[in-house]
T-cell receptor, first 113, second 113 residues
């Protein structure tokens, strides 16, 4: 059983399209995150949810909208995709913030053409 | 706000040699510090963490790190490198309960036969 699973693993799409990435965790964690990893491997927090409530929303274009139907799921919807959105998106979960390590999914490589 | 700086974007060692990956942190509160490893096309995996207990922390795969408050450092070491250690390594920091985890830029470790 994968602890944090993301789908799809690869996503190739044209500019202007709308796409979603799904994430599910079976660890019973209360907090889930979306990170973006660029081509230089730099990781940037995008969103953080605690028990279905948004607690962190970094400076991310409003074309990106997270949705958490329950505490085990955190999906990411992206409208009007742009070339600059091409990256690897990671979902992660933790027992909470502070001293808790994160468990990461295997990532979704998004390529916008 | 917390941050970490990883010194050296690329470190190359011979198999069997000492591995030393450097990380310095900046934090206005006692930090929680982490090291993660990312193998190609995979998500990040927690190697070890410091949460204000012992200053010398042992992790998986023979890695350890020492928290030095006077030097604001949390360097990662392994006495003898193995080919399988080749990967990207990330240092990360989080603060109190309301702070998310911030990652360094990563250090790519290459192990030569």
């Amino acid at each position: 059983d994968t602890a944090v699973s993301q789908t799809p693993k690869y996503l190739v799409t044209q500019m202007g399209n709308d796409k979603s990435i799904k994430c599910e965790q079976n660890l019973g964690h209360d907090t889930m995150y979306w990170y973006k990893q660029d081509s230089k491997k730099f990781l940037k927090i995008m969103f953080s949810y605690n028990n279905k409530e948004l607690i962190i929303n970094e400076t991310v274009p409003n074309r990106f909208s997270p949705k958490s139907p329950d505490k085990a799921h955190l999906n990411l919807h992206i409208n009007s995709l742009e070339l600059g959105d091409s990256a690897v998106y990671f979902c992660a979960s933790s027992q909470g913030q502070g001293p808790y390590g994160y468990t990461f999914g295997s990532g979704t490589r998004l390529t916008v053409v | 706000a917390q941050s970490v700086t990883q010194l050296g974007s690329h470190v190359s060692v011979s198999e069997g040699a000492l591995v030393l990956l450097r990380c310095n942190y900046s934090s206005s509160v006692p930090p929680y510090l982490f090291w993660y490893v990312q193998y190609p096309n995979q998500g990040l995996q927690l190697l070890l963490k410091y949460t204000s207990a012992a200053t010398l922390v042992k992790g998986i795969n023979g890695f350890e790190a020492e928290f030095k408050k006077s030097e604001t450092s949390f360097h990662l070491t392994k006495p003898s490198a193995h080919m399988s250690d080749a990967a990207e390594y990330f240092c990360a920091v989080s603060g109190d309960r309301n702070n998310d985890m911030r990652f360094g830029a990563g250090t790519r470790l290459t192990v030569k036969p």
